[in-house]
């Protein structure tokens, strides 16, 4: 096939860094309309049309022949703001999906087909990223991004680091998406659960907006329904972050919990045996225990690498929380009105259990979160939240959460003094994530910074401070 070949001209595009929800369209599938080769009067059958994304990019557009209107997509990584310099990134697709190297395009089919998952991207100078934001523009092949792609960034020094970023993400040819930010791996990062979906957010770009705003990563269990084994997957209400921040174990009160891949989003494991599920936690031998609230009331032990299996179970009405403490060798757990202290026992067996060691009394009703705060002390919160010693067995209560009700997550930092919760405002759900300086003073002026969230959002994490 001849073509007339005419040069498409790109400007250098920038701006400062904006992460939006692209929620799935109907039909997933990029859809190649605006893709137009030169006519060709004298062809009787449309050629297969090959072009080349360099796989090799230095963060400026080149020119592709042969094409009125932009074959490509571009993905527009930001460098913001911070004490950092940057000399290279790499993209690379989650999935394996190809996003550059060389592409045919079928004119009859209007499909791109690539040849490589990645795309090392060489700056002509290292950024200084205390001067301001840097947008660098990388072209990408129009494909299905089905969980998203990692950022890699060196710096001048030589170091290396990566984050994953995205979601499903359809990308059209001459298309445009504002892709990752390099500074959000020097922020505060928090992973919270609404409705049938898990987020990750940049909170030092999100505090004072919305989740929007700092979007880096989302999770939506509804399509993974058959990994799940469940029709319904909504209602989540837990997202701890484990395995060094590349997995999490998640839980809904429709009766599930999982272990998700942070990069990929696949579902490592999971039970859509947990009645109400609340919480989990991981525990010694690669197994972990599920929370499971009213309906349920009682503990479940797993193993990780047996799905849906149940191995032992005890009764703990209200069971909403469960924390591993390596130091004591001890779970504990939280209902209703106390602190269960459990003991593994026959752990390496095939039957394990759990012993019950000793049951505390909380001061207040309703424990709807218990996390560990220091070596021996946990907090328990629902009602107002608490500082309690694990040897003393000794309640205190944290100053600022005092008359607080309806606490449904709290995230304290023992070093700064701050906190991360959730309060609910709508019956048992939030549309704020709050943040305090000091969780030891009493001030209701003293919370500085939310995020506002338009979904019924329940608890959140803290995956980096």
Request: glycine share 8%.
């Amino acid at each position: 096939m001849k073509l007339v070949l005419s040069s498409l001209c790109l400007l250098f595009l920038a701006g400062s860094a904006c992460s939006c929800e692209k929620p799935a369209a109907a039909n997933p599938d990029p859809v190649i309309e605006d893709v137009t080769p030169a006519e060709d009067n004298n062809s009787q059958k449309e050629e297969l049309i090959h072009y080349t994304i360099p796989t090799l990019q230095d963060g400026t557009i080149k020119e592709i022949p042969g094409f009125e209107s932009s074959p490509f997509h571009l993905l527009n990584i930001t460098i913001g703001e911070g004490d950092y310099t940057v000399k290279e990134l790499l993209v690379r697709s989650a999935k394996g999906e190809l996003i550059a190297g060389d592409v045919t395009y079928n004119p009859e089919t209007r499909e791109q087909v690539a040849t490589d998952s990645e795309i090392r991207i060489v700056l002509p100078s290292v950024i200084d990223a205390s001067k301001g934001d840097v947008v660098i523009p990388v072209m990408v092949a129009p494909v299905l991004l089905t969980a998203g792609y990692t950022l890699g960034a060196t710096d001048a020094s030589g170091n290396y680091t990566e984050e994953f970023h995205g979601w499903r993400m359809p990308l059209a040819p001459g298309g445009t998406t504002t892709g990752g930010n390099v500074a959000s791996r020097y922020h505060t990062q928090l992973a919270f659960v609404a409705g049938s979906s898990l987020y990750l957010v940049d909170a030092d770009l999100a505090s004072g907006k919305t989740y929007k705003d700092g979007l880096i990563w989302k999770w939506n269990s509804s399509q993974h329904k058959a990994e799940l084994g469940t029709a319904n997957t909504n209602n989540m209400d837990e997202c701890k972050i484990i395995d060094g921040g590349n997995a999490y174990l998640v839980t809904s009160s429709y009766n599930w919990a999982a272990i998700v891949d942070a990069r990929t989003g696949d579902v490592e494991f999971f039970s859509d045996k947990s009645t109400m599920a609340h919480s989990a936690e991981l525990l010694p031998g690669n197994r972990l225990v599920v929370a499971c609230s009213s309906g349920g009331d009682c503990l479940q032990v797993f193993d990780r690498d047996r799905s849906n299996e149940v191995l032992y179970s005890c009764q703990l009405y209200f069971a909403h929380g469960a924390v591993w403490d390596p130091e004591s060798e001890r779970l504990y757990a939280s209902g209703y009105d106390k602190v269960n202290v459990y003991g593994l026992e026959n752990w390496d067996g095939a039957s394990p259990s759990l012993k019950l060691l000793k049951s505390i009394p909380t001061p207040r009703t309703h424990v709807h979160d218990l996390q560990k705060l220091e070596s021996g002390t946990l907090t328990v919160s629902g009602s107002w939240a608490f500082y309690w010693n694990i040897e003393t067995e000794e309640f205190t209560e944290i100053p600022f959460f005092s008359s607080r009700i309806n606490l449904k997550s709290v995230n304290c930092n023992p070093e700064t003094g701050e906190a991360w919760y959730t309060q609910a405002t709508e019956e048992w759900w939030t549309h704020e994530i709050r943040h305090i300086p000091s969780f030891r003073e009493v001030s209701a002026e003293n919370c500085d910074a939310s995020i506002s969230v338009n979904l019924p959002c329940y608890k959140v994490r803290v995956r980096r401070w």
